[in-house]
């Protein structure tokens, strides 16, 4: 049996009825995954979820529709089909939902829009699909009816619609379509290309994962080219684990990055990727990566866990509590010095390890400081998932330069008590630059921060900022004449 739910009737106008899919047609996205991924961030529920699939699929939808609550309000839509729908229906077409979905979420569903006049969907014992539901819709409308799909499993339907409309369909489901009768309408598939997949795995963010080659370079190992080649393997290793904590983060938080100003755009929030890419891509990339971590050596194996083990608390918990977030992610970059430090066999530097944590404290107080200053001008008063308010705005910026100048103060601190008794570098009058440089670098972070300039990431703002850049060209420069053999200055 399926669920036909009557809205309104409108008046008769010689049109026949559109139904309309909803799974990757009128939504970008899979109302069955998005049950799912809500049921599981209990992840002990997972065996509650093979029971229930034990029951079968349409058994399985209903029991995921009674257990949670999606947010149907937020969900990506087909704007194209949309628009379509709309023109069809100002005709005095009706338009109905029909979807595999269970009926009490599609019902649900169906309230978002005005122009649903009725749905179709699976009930709890049939599942609504392929040539179920094309039986179903030809019981229903006798005189005929407009379908739109978007999958291999639509085909039976157009056999037996009397229009077609193919949404967002591959290449040979299209040209099956096309081969039944000429589709009324054509929208196309949106086109996953390299630059989606790489915005989703946020391999721009990789360029934070260069610490791993500061202890290698401060442990006299740069001219190595053994050391160069683990840590560049390590290098690339952190990369492929942090992006999939990224994808399994999204995944966590996308019904709060659907109400974010810019995180909205993300792939998954956006419907661009599937859920289910993400779910399968990400723990594959975990095991790769500590997989060839444990190629390298224990060390290395251990500190990319460790790394994996804080990044999930921080993603499924330590986010949403104010300070601690903070806390965590300063952490979460000096983890990165860690990974160098067993990839290249140095000694770490208590020294390097605390600069680490006060400056990357100051830059993740920026980032908050910069999202609530964009909470308050959209109104608002709460950032979803996160443990702040608007008015902790002058909290943050407290924080954040009392972090930022602690981070000028050890770095003064270890050019006098290291760099000078030490004999470490050939000129170390050159390392004054550093405290300088950082002063300034920090005045400009908070002054854009405080004016809402910053973008959410410092780290990504500095790679672009052409003042970050030149003042990064100082300290490298600065570098270089320190441990260069061109005569000492003190």
């Not at 047609?25 to 229930?52: C, K, M, S, Y």
């Not at 978002?112 to 179903?136: C, Q």
């Not at 791993?212 to 190992?221: N, R």
Request: aromatic share 10%.
């Amino acid at each position: 049996m399926t669920l036909v739910e009557e809205v309104r009737r409108p008046a008769p106008s010689g049109l026949a009825p559109l139904a309309v899919d909803v799974d990757g047609t009128l939504i970008r996205g899979d109302l069955l995954a998005e049950q799912a991924l809500v049921f599981l961030r209990n992840p002990l529920r997972i065996f509650t979820l093979l029971f229930w699939m034990l029951k079968g699929r349409a058994a399985l939808k209903r029991r995921l529709s009674e257990s949670v609550e999606i947010d149907v309000e937020a969900l990506p839509v087909n704007e194209e089909l949309v628009a379509f729908i709309e023109a069809e229906r100002a005709k005095g077409r009706e338009i109905h939902l029909a979807t595999a979905s269970d009926a009490l979420v599609a019902a649900k569903l169906a309230a978002r829009f005005g122009f649903v006049d009725g749905v179709i969907a699976s009930d709890g014992v049939s599942n609504l699909k392929g040539e179920a539901k094309a039986a179903a819709l030809t019981k229903r409308f006798p005189g005929g009816f407009a379908y739109a799909g978007d999958a291999a499993a639509d085909l039976p339907v157009w056999r037996a619609a009397r229009e077609t409309v193919v949404v967002g369909a591959r290449a040979s489901t299209l040209k099956a379509a096309e081969a039944i009768r000429p589709p009324l309408a054509v929208i196309p598939r949106p086109r996953i290309g390299a630059r989606t997949v790489a915005k989703a795995a946020r391999v721009h963010q990789w360029a934070k994962n260069a610490l791993v080659f500061v202890p290698m370079v401060l442990g006299g190992k740069a001219l190595d080219l053994e050391t160069w080649a683990v840590t560049l393997a390590g290098f690339v290793l952190l990369g492929i684990l942090a992006s999939s904590t990224y994808l399994l983060n999204d995944l966590w938080d996308i019904n709060d990055d659907r109400r974010h100003w810019s995180k909205r755009d993300r792939a998954f929030a956006s419907g661009r990727l599937p859920i289910a890419a993400g779910l399968a891509a990400a723990p594959i990339g975990i095991l790769i990566a500590l997989g060839g971590a444990a190629l390298i050596g224990w060390g290395a194996f251990f500190a990319l866990l460790g790394y994996l083990v804080v990044t999930l608390a921080y993603s499924f918990r330590l986010k949403q509590v104010a300070v601690l977030d903070v806390f965590t992610l300063a952490g979460l970059f000096t983890m990165r010095l860690v990974v160098g430090v067993a990839l290249a066999g140095v000694v770490a530097s208590p020294w390097l390890l605390v600069f680490s944590m006060f400056i990357f404290a100051s830059l993740s107080f920026a980032k908050r400081h910069t999202e609530m200053v964009r909470v308050a001008l959209a109104g608002k008063d709460k950032a979803a998932g996160r443990g702040y308010i608007a008015a902790d705005a002058p909290f943050l910026i407290c924080m954040g330069t009392a972090t930022g100048m602690s981070a000028v103060l050890v770095m003064v601190l270890y050019i006098f008590n290291e760099a000078f008794p030490a004999g470490m570098y050939q000129t170390p009058g050159a390392l004054w630059a550093f405290p300088c440089v950082l002063f300034l670098w920090l005045g400009r972070v908070w002054v854009l921060s405080g004016r809402d300039e910053l973008h959410d990431d410092p780290v990504a703002f500095a790679v672009r900022d052409r003042p970050s850049i030149a003042l990064g060209v100082v300290m490298a420069l600065a570098f270089v004449a320190a441990i260069a053999p061109v005569g000492r200055l003190w």
